[in-house]
Each structure stands twice: as structure tokens, then as C-alpha cells.
């Protein structure tokens, strides 16, 4: 079985991607465990380790674009511009106006409003909450502590934003839930015309809970109001470090209504694809965990004939005392559905890996020699490159040569002068194993 390679796992709503970390470090009973771009608590969906000698490709994957299928709730704003903050508790004005709104948009509308605004290089200042660092602390820090962090916009790039389907409800908010007074300048802006029909979707609502019903016999009171908001069911593919939830913002922004975020679940990371694009309500509602144990997820690797079986894990409630306090606290914890041998199994071979997610060419064993010493080698690349080492054994005629291993990824390259590259990564054991084979 490997002893380093690449597991796409499936991160389930309720963990953050350094517990799935330490779930797959705590299965495999190894140190180097990583992942290559991470997700937030409430969201679910693909997330992409690295184990022993393969946690050093990851920085090779943290740029690649990424794929979402997402739910923005139009109509009510929240502190961290997701279903994880708090709301903003909009004033009666307010709630008028946003149900007005909200029922006059159509799909057209909608997606020529997104393709206008927010498709192409657009420049987008991350939320309150978002790890980016400000002065030295990240902004979630800052924010917690009822400080406002000063975030400048960066530029990101949003290839494709699909509005898959609405659908209008009524929910119920309590003062509990939400920042009061909130001044109707958090909602109410310069509002565009996104009318022009009635294409709200209505075969999805045996799925999901209206919430309260106007005809049960009770009243708003003083604690809770009811609004009007319209959930937005979308696909976006963007540059890495883009935030879903602040395209959720700003397009609620955009139409003078609030928005947020609130289900969110990826489904490729570069090469790596997984979840069923084609039911895209449903990926986008539930939460990913699944506990099929006999129908788990593949996921596709982009440009070859690989698919692999995505880990899965389960979210287990565990009992604390806070030190502090000494309180009993409940916590999320990850743990990993299975074992050490399946996720050795599953697990991407470096060189798999690495030919995914960048160019690659075939090295000999004589250049798999020097970059196993950190020579430049006589090869032309224009971009980081994997060299992929196959041994063989020599045999009387070329047809009749037999694989004796699986290829190996010796290095990764980089472009250096006259035509030549030099080894920016080695991954040494490809070579040792290769002399090994020779004696």
C-alpha cells in the first residue's frame, strides 16, 4: 500500500477542514497530513488531502479554480454573510420593501443582472468574518470582538455564475438570532430591475420547511417578525480565493434587499470533480456526510480514466469541560468512516496526482537519477511541471517490455535558462526505488 498520496474526502456541514485533517492524520497514524485549500464549517463538499511525502504537492494545488453549488438567500442580511452569523433584523420599512422585491424577480433577470456584475475579473472585499489577516490578526478575530476590520477589495476572477432555480418563502426571525436596530442603509440600496416573469421554481418544495404558516393562528410579536425572502440556487466557477458568501452579499447588495449565504458545497477543485452536478437543488440544500455505506461518492479526475471512491466522514458529538468556565460544552468531532487500509486504497498515487493537476512528461532513468541530486536536467517546460519516472525492465525488443511498477513522480520542474529545467520539488524515493529494482 502507498505510503504517500492524495484522498479527496468529502467534508461533511459541522466540522472545519483542520478537523477532517486530524481525523485522516489519526486513521493513517501520521504526522504529515494536509490539505490544499480549506472550507468553512457550514460548508460541505471536496476537500483535498495530502499524506507523507505527498503533503508537498499541495502547494501546487491551492491555486486552481474551484466549482460550488451554492443557496443564496435574497432578502435578509447577517453579520458574517452566512447562515453561521448573526442577522441583521431589517425595520418594518424595510421588510415591505424587500417583499415587494422579492417577488417580482425572475430567473432572466437575475442571471443578466450576475453576468453583468459579477462574471469576469471583479474586485471583492472578503467578509468581517473571512481568515485574511488585518495588522496581524485575522478579521474573524476582530470581528468578534466587535471591532469592524478595515479589508481592502482584491481582484478574482468568476468564469461562470448560473442561477439554477428560485424559489419564494417566509421565514421567521427572533431577536435572539439577531442584531436589533439594525439602520435600513444595510439593505436598502440603488435596487435593480431584475423583473420580468414569474420563472420562480416550485417542483422542489416538498424538500423544505416553509417555516411558519400564515393560517396557524399566531401573530407576530414584539420578539419575532416574519419576511419575505427568495432562495437563489446557483453554480459558480471561479479563481481560487474567491468568497461565495460575499458574491451572496453583494449581489443582495446589488438589488437593495441584503443577502447571505446559506448552504454551500464544492465540487471541483481543479482537476478533482465529485457530486451530482446534474440534481444540483438538492446537492445545494443538503448537507454533504454521506452514510451510504455501499453507494460512495466517486469522483472523477479530470483528462484520464481515473475515478477513485471519495472518503467519507462522520460528525460525532463529543462532551467537554470548559477550563475556563467550567462548564459542560459540546463539540463537533471528525472521524473517518474507514479504515486505514480502504483510505490507503483510495488514495491518489502522487504521480496520478500531480499529471492531474499540471503538465507532466516522462523522464528517463538517467534524469530521474539527477533530480534525485537536484540537477537541471536538458527539457524544455514553460510551467511547473511533473516528472513521472516509469521503471521497466530492459528486454530483447521495445514491445516486449513489461512494467514492473507503477510510475513515480520524481520532481517537480521548473523553467530555468536555455531550454532546461531545474527541480523545484524532489521527491527523492522514486529514484531509491528505482535502484532498489536494478540489483
Given at each position: 500500500?502507498?505510503?504517500?498520496?492524495?484522498?479527496?474526502?468529502?467534508?461533511?456541514?459541522?466540522?472545519?477542514?483542520?478537523?477532517?485533517?486530524?481525523?485522516?492524520?489519526?486513521?493513517?497514524?501520521?504526522?504529515?497530513?494536509?490539505?490544499?485549500?480549506?472550507?468553512?464549517?457550514?460548508?460541505?463538499?471536496?476537500?483535498?488531502?495530502?499524506?507523507?511525502?505527498?503533503?508537498?504537492?499541495?502547494?501546487?494545488?491551492?491555486?486552481?479554480?474551484?466549482?460550488?453549488?451554492?443557496?443564496?438567500?435574497?432578502?435578509?442580511?447577517?453579520?458574517?454573510?452566512?447562515?453561521?452569523?448573526?442577522?441583521?433584523?431589517?425595520?418594518?420599512?424595510?421588510?415591505?420593501?424587500?417583499?415587494?422585491?422579492?417577488?417580482?424577480?425572475?430567473?432572466?433577470?437575475?442571471?443578466?443582472?450576475?453576468?453583468?456584475?459579477?462574471?469576469?475579473?471583479?474586485?471583492?472585499?472578503?467578509?468581517?468574518?473571512?481568515?485574511?489577516?488585518?495588522?496581524?490578526?485575522?478579521?474573524?478575530?476582530?470581528?468578534?470582538?466587535?471591532?469592524?476590520?478595515?479589508?481592502?477589495?482584491?481582484?478574482?476572477?468568476?468564469?461562470?455564475?448560473?442561477?439554477?432555480?428560485?424559489?419564494?418563502?417566509?421565514?421567521?426571525?427572533?431577536?435572539?438570532?439577531?442584531?436589533?436596530?439594525?439602520?435600513?442603509?444595510?439593505?436598502?440600496?440603488?435596487?435593480?430591475?431584475?423583473?420580468?416573469?414569474?420563472?420562480?421554481?416550485?417542483?422542489?418544495?416538498?424538500?423544505?420547511?416553509?417555516?411558519?404558516?400564515?393560517?396557524?393562528?399566531?401573530?407576530?410579536?414584539?420578539?419575532?417578525?416574519?419576511?419575505?425572502?427568495?432562495?437563489?440556487?446557483?453554480?459558480?466557477?471561479?479563481?481560487?480565493?474567491?468568497?461565495?458568501?460575499?458574491?451572496?452579499?453583494?449581489?443582495?447588495?446589488?438589488?437593495?434587499?441584503?443577502?447571505?449565504?446559506?448552504?454551500?458545497?464544492?465540487?471541483?477543485?481543479?482537476?478533482?470533480?465529485?457530486?451530482?452536478?446534474?440534481?444540483?437543488?438538492?446537492?445545494?440544500?443538503?448537507?454533504?456526510?454521506?452514510?451510504?455505506?455501499?453507494?460512495?461518492?466517486?469522483?472523477?479526475?479530470?483528462?484520464?480514466?481515473?475515478?477513485?471512491?471519495?472518503?467519507?466522514?462522520?460528525?460525532?458529538?463529543?462532551?467537554?469541560?470548559?477550563?475556563?468556565?467550567?462548564?459542560?460544552?459540546?463539540?463537533?468531532?471528525?472521524?473517518?468512516?474507514?479504515?486505514?487500509?480502504?483510505?490507503?486504497?483510495?488514495?491518489?498515487?502522487?504521480?496520478?496526482?500531480?499529471?492531474?493537476?499540471?503538465?507532466?512528461?516522462?523522464?528517463?532513468?538517467?534524469?530521474?537519477?539527477?533530480?534525485?541530486?537536484?540537477?537541471?536536467?536538458?527539457?524544455?517546460?514553460?510551467?511547473?511541471?511533473?516528472?513521472?519516472?516509469?521503471?521497466?525492465?530492459?528486454s530483447a525488443s521495445a514491445e516486449s517490455a513489461t512494467a514492473?511498477?507503477?510510475?513515480?513522480?520524481?520532481?517537480?520542474?521548473?523553467?530555468?535558462?536555455?531550454?532546461?529545467?531545474?527541480?523545484?520539488?524532489?521527491?527523492?524515493?522514486?529514484?531509491?526505488?528505482?535502484?532498489?529494482?536494478?540489483?
Amino acid at each position: 500500500m502507498a505510503e504517500s498520496g492524495i484522498l479527496l474526502v468529502d467534508k461533511p456541514q459541522g466540522v472545519t477542514s483542520h478537523d477532517v485533517v486530524a481525523a485522516v492524520r489519526g486513521a493513517l497514524h501520521t504526522r504529515h497530513v494536509g490539505h490544499a485549500g480549506t472550507l468553512d464549517p457550514m460548508a460541505t463538499g471536496l476537500l483535498v488531502i495530502g499524506f507523507g511525502d505527498a503533503t508537498r504537492l499541495l502547494r501546487y494545488m491551492v491555486g486552481h479554480d474551484k466549482q460550488y453549488v451554492a443557496t443564496i438567500r435574497l432578502g435578509l442580511a447577517t453579520d458574517s454573510d452566512d447562515a453561521d452569523g448573526r442577522i441583521l433584523r431589517p425595520d418594518a420599512t424595510v421588510r415591505k420593501r424587500v417583499a415587494d422585491i422579492v417577488k417580482t424577480i425572475s430567473l432572466d433577470g437575475l442571471q443578466a443582472l450576475v453576468d453583468e456584475f459579477f462574471v469576469g475579473a471583479i474586485e471583492q472585499i472578503p467578509s468581517a468574518f473571512s481568515s485574511v489577516r488585518v495588522n496581524g490578526k485575522h478579521a474573524y478575530e476582530l470581528a468578534r470582538n466587535g471591532e469592524k476590520p478595515n479589508l481592502a477589495p482584491r481582484e478574482v476572477t468568476v468564469h461562470k455564475f448560473d442561477i439554477l432555480g428560485l424559489r419564494n418563502d417566509d421565514v421567521r426571525i427572533h431577536d435572539a438570532d439577531c442584531h436589533l436596530a439594525v439602520d435600513s442603509a444595510d439593505y436598502v440600496g440603488e435596487a435593480a430591475d431584475v423583473a420580468g416573469g414569474t420563472d420562480v421554481d416550485d417542483h422542489i418544495d416538498d424538500h423544505h420547511d416553509h417555516g411558519h404558516d400564515p393560517a396557524d393562528g399566531h401573530a407576530d410579536d414584539e420578539s419575532s417578525v416574519r419576511v419575505s425572502v427568495l432562495d437563489v440556487f446557483v453554480r459558480v466557477s471561479c479563481s481560487s480565493g474567491t468568497y461565495i458568501r460575499a458574491l451572496a452579499r453583494d449581489l443582495g447588495a446589488r438589488l437593495g434587499i441584503g443577502g447571505h449565504l446559506v448552504a454551500l458545497r464544492r465540487t471541483r477543485v481543479g482537476g478533482f470533480l465529485v457530486g451530482r452536478e446534474e440534481s444540483p437543488y438538492e446537492s445545494s440544500v443538503q448537507p454533504a456526510n454521506p452514510q451510504i455505506a455501499d453507494d460512495a461518492p466517486l469522483c472523477t479526475v479530470a483528462g484520464t480514466e481515473v475515478r477513485t471512491r471519495v472518503a467519507r466522514v462522520r460528525v460525532v458529538p463529543r462532551e467537554l469541560t470548559d477550563r475556563k468556565t467550567g462548564k459542560l460544552i459540546v463539540r463537533n468531532r471528525a472521524v473517518m468512516l474507514e479504515d486505514a487500509e480502504s483510505l490507503l486504497k483510495s488514495a491518489l498515487s502522487p504521480a496520478v496526482a500531480a499529471s492531474t493537476m499540471m503538465n507532466s512528461i516522462d523522464i528517463s532513468a538517467k534524469e530521474a537519477e539527477d533530480l534525485s541530486h537536484g540537477r537541471i536536467i536538458a527539457r524544455h517546460v514553460s510551467d511547473p511541471t511533473a516528472a513521472i519516472y516509469e521503471p521497466r525492465h530492459s528486454s530483447a525488443s521495445a514491445e516486449s517490455a513489461t512494467a514492473t511498477s507503477s510510475p513515480r513522480l520524481c520532481a517537480i520542474l521548473v523553467p530555468y535558462r536555455h531550454d532546461s529545467a531545474k527541480p523545484q520539488t524532489v521527491f527523492s524515493d522514486a529514484f531509491e526505488e528505482w535502484q532498489k529494482k536494478q540489483k
